[in-house]
């Protein structure tokens, strides 16, 4: 029984310390100033950029972009 009073305590203890931590990095984010913000939403647009560019690579790197580009080609 004391085994099981200890074990409940630990995870307790472990969910409790987590929750903390989780709560005071999302007090500090919402503290962030205009600065921050525009830092925030410039590094969102960059990783949407590179997602969509990453896209683009590997739709024409399947083989279809280099046929396209043969099929414009030899129409010109």
Do not use: K
């Amino acid at each position: 029984m004391v085994y099981l009073v200890l074990a409940a305590t630990a995870v307790v203890s472990i969910v409790a310390v987590a929750v903390t931590v989780l709560v005071g990095r999302q007090r500090r984010r919402m503290d962030s100033g205009p600065e921050a913000r525009q830092i925030e939403a410039a590094a969102t647009r960059g990783v949407r950029d590179a997602r969509r560019q990453a896209h683009a690579q590997q739709h024409f790197n399947d083989g279809g972009g280099l046929s396209a580009l043969r099929d414009r080609d030899s129409r010109s």
